[in-house]
């Protein structure tokens, strides 16, 4: 018997601690060393407020046992400890034990239970208990109190007090029928009122109460049918709600409404409506019907995308539009939109989220006005002005080919005033010493006179042929195309092979592009005549040109160097002008005209030509020709 007691003992759920006398604990049970996280041994021995909170709850430790004592059992609940100084809320047991006889005293045994969790929900509730009656008795808004079963006031909160008129005191154990108008009393109001909360567990409505003063108000009443856990009815709670000014400012909106509906449906040269949260016509004004086509009846209910060109709607273009509005307050914009016969017209919209006097978003007002009149006219201006400025750019072009020209002109009448007539003066000047030799009957250096004549003739031939081939370059339509760089070199230097040749140069080449945009045959020539140059002037027996080309900033550059006699540095500005010869025809025979029309080619191709020199040690002309498609024909 004594070895089931003690099995019992071990395996119960319960923690059980035993005491002596003076309230020392002697045994516990597994129970017990789980609950409070220490082992047998270090609580064996130990007075029993070891697992209080505390030092100082020893004399609660040694009351609760003395009351066990005298009362034959002591229930309490407090904190108390685990070991590892944790807490939790218990429920302690203490029993008296006495002997088999009943004659002695031995002890007392301790149940203790973790209550934590009860005593944690149970102060929840007390304190939103008190949470809510302070709540309620504090609210000023709205009244709210308590009835009994027969409708008798047995609570009353401060904004009660307010609405109503009455004080707690004047107030409490009266009938609520008290605040109802005498229709409603000879109607029996207040009596169908319990009895529909109690049917239906609620009844709310809106209409006319009276205060302590006789006054009416407007409210909004809410009675609930109360009953406790047992389902048994216990009363009423009502909530009223004095709405008297909103009724007020709901009638003066409603007249404004109506003369605002009255004012809108009468516009005929917008477009204005309202649309429900989902983007549904609700009403259609004059205006409306008028720019689309649509009467009230054909277009309220549909979705208002039905103005939408097919792409909009595929884009998903009205959804965004209402998201917008909704989320920044308005979306705005103008854009195409259809009439009901599938015709497009350019509309101003203004799409507004609308809002009820809760904050609540109840849909939408959209504005719409017809600007097709408006979009030609600025159409129309616009093309004006293109046509405008394509002219003045045209104008502006031909009249710099014009200050170009007449620049060439000027040049002409200098070439035929001075470069033409040198060579016309050398003939005139031999035929009339001729005439003179032949009037003498001398035939001495005739023949010698004959040939100076000749080659005077030919200079002058040589001389227009270049002018005409310099106002030709002016005047051909340039090919683009894309041109190898590597072509352009390879095709210069064979047609110059035989000069070359003889001037026994060395030609070197440092090719870093692919290509260029440009006109083939006139490309070749300015790459040629550079050469030719850098093959001219030049003192030494074995003229030296390097030909470079590389690409920079969206342009190919190019360079021809050479080890010539190089140009004076305030002669740099002169050498591009038609004609203009630095040195003399003895020294370096030409005409002048190849470095002209080497610009004139670069300038058509809306590029750069420029030389750098060092006197004596050489010349470098760089160009730079377009690295990609560019509109040069015509220039």
């Known amino acids: 018997m004594l070895q089931d007691c003690q099995q019992l003992f071990e395996t119960l759920s319960e923690a059980i601690i035993v005491l002596d006398n003076d309230g020392f604990i002697q045994d516990l049970n597994p129970a017990a060393n789980q609950l409070t996280g220490y082992n047998s041994a270090e609580l064996i021995g130990q007075p029993l407020h070891k697992i209080y909170t505390g030092d100082d709850e020893q004399v609660r430790a040694e009351y609760e046992i003395t009351q066990a004592r005298s009362k034959g059992r002591f229930l309490s609940e407090g904190w108390r400890q685990r070991k590892d100084g944790t807490k939790f809320w218990a429920e302690v047991m203490l029993t008296p034990i006495h002997n088999v006889s009943g004659n002695g005293f031995t002890g007392y045994s301790c149940i203790v239970r973790d209550v934590t969790d009860r005593m944690m929900r149970e102060y929840e509730v007390r304190k939103s208990e008190e949470r809510y009656r302070l709540m309620v008795e504090n609210v000023k808004d709205y009244a709210i109190f308590q009835l009994d079963t027969t409708g008798h006031i047995m609570t009353w909160n401060e904004g009660a007090r307010r609405i109503k008129g009455y004080s707690f005191d004047e107030i409490a154990g009266k009938h609520f029928s008290i605040f109802y108008t005498a229709i409603d009393l000879e109607d029996k109001k207040p009596e169908r009122e319990l009895k529909i909360a109690i049917a239906t567990g609620k009844y709310e409505e809106e209409g006319w109460r009276v205060r302590k003063n006789g006054s009416v108000f407007w409210a909004n009443v809410v009675i609930t049918a109360l009953y406790n856990d047992q389902n048994k009815h216990i009363g009423f709670s009502k909530v009223t709600r004095d709405l008297t000014e909103r009724k007020e ?98 509309a101003s919209v203004v799409i507004t989220a609308v809002y009820n006097a809760e904050g609540i978003h109840i849909g939408y007002s959209k504005v719409t006005r017809d600007l097709t009149e408006r979009k030609e006219a600025e159409r129309a201006l616009r093309d004006s002005f293109e046509r405008y400025r394509k002219l003045a750019n045209e104008l502006q072009l031909t009249n710099t080919e014009l200050s170009y020209t007449n620049r060439e002109l000027e040049q002409f009448t200098s070439i035929v005033s001075h470069d033409l007539q040198e060579p016309v003066r050398t003939i005139k000047s031999f035929l009339q010493l001729i005439d003179m030799k032949l009037d003498a009957g001398q035939s001495d250096d005739l023949k010698s006179y004959i040939g100076k004549s000749i080659n005077a003739a030919n200079r002058m031939r040589e001389l227009i042929l270049n002018l005409l081939h310099y106002s030709q370059v002016g005047k051909m339509e340039i090919v683009t195309e894309r041109v190898k760089v590597s072509d352009i070199v390879n095709e210069a230097l064979q047609n110059l092979k035989s000069s070359v040749d003889t001037s026994k140069a060395t030609i070197t080449v440092d090719n870093q592009a692919e290509t260029v945009e440009g006109d083939r045959v006139q490309l070749v020539q300015l790459m040629q005549n550079l050469l030719s140059n850098a093959l001219k002037f030049t003192d030494t027996n074995y003229p030296e040109v390097n030909i470079r080309a590389e690409k920079e900033n969206g342009h190919v550059k190019f360079a021809v160097s050479d080890n010539g006699i190089g140009i004076a540095h305030n002669d740099m500005h002169k050498v591009f002008e038609i004609f203009r010869r630095l040195n003399t025809q003895k020294e370096y025979p030409g005409t002048g005209i190849g470095l002209a029309i080497c610009k004139k080619i670069v300038d058509r191709h809306h590029g750069k030509i420029w030389p750098e020199s060092n006197p004596g040690k050489g010349t470098t002309f760089y160009f730079t020709i377009n690295d990609t498609p560019t509109a040069i024909n015509g220039q």
């Open 249 to 346: 400012n709901e009638e003066a909106l409603r007249q404004s409404e109506e003369r605002y509906r009255a004012l809108v449906e009468q516009v005929t040269d917008y477009g204005i409506f309202m649309m429900d949260e989902k983007g549904r016509i609700v009403n259609w004004n004059e205006g409306a019907k008028n720019i689309t086509g649509y009467t009230f009846n054909e277009i309220v209910g549909k979705y208002f995308s039905t103005f939408y060109p097919e792409e909009d709607i595929v884009n998903g273009k009205p959804a965004m539009e209402l998201r917008v509005a909704k989320e920044s307050g308005k979306y705005e914009e103008e854009g195409w939109r259809l009439r009901k016969d599938g015709t497009r017209f350019w």
